[in-house]
């Protein structure tokens, strides 16, 4: 079986690593993938943002991840890498109208690919990316946030808006 894990990952928090580290050890691939053509506007480029996923799972020791990014369509992506799923987190109510609707759509385009959801963890549960660029840029503690190995680069980006 094989997930695509997609978002914006602007940039990739603790949070969205703990999902994804749960993903990999239900699947035999997982790929996290960086939308690049996101309507709302992003603060670090998908390079960047693909590195700092790079580093946060090669720290955590996560091998059967494949990171990318996908222009258009989820589904069409997820289709040419022979996904079987979607993977998403939840963290609280908040979430759950907007998965809805992504879930339905998805379901509509492509009904063979199901989406299955990771809940958050209660320390992640208000974690985000808005959070911590809010929170880095006004020069605040981003530690524990976002992985170790992204801590010092993110903060110094943030800072530097
Ligand atoms: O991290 P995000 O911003 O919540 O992720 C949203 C994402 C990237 C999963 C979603 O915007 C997406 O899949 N965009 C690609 C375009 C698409 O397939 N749209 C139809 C589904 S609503």
Redesign the pocket.
Known sequence: MIGVY?????PFTSGHLDILKRAARTFDCVYA???EN???SVFFSVEERKEFIRRATAEAGVKNVVVDS?P??????ARMIGATH?V?GLRAVTDFE?EL??DA??SR?APELDTVYYMAEPEHAFLS?SIVREVGAFGGSIEGLVAEANHKTIAERLLKR
Do not use: E
């Not at 997609?6 to 602007?10: A, C, I, L, Q």
């Open positions: 997609p978002g914006s990952f602007d993938a960086v939308l996101n309507s709302k996908f258009g369509l989820l589904v069409d992506y979607i998403r907007y609707k992504m759509m998805n385009l990316s």
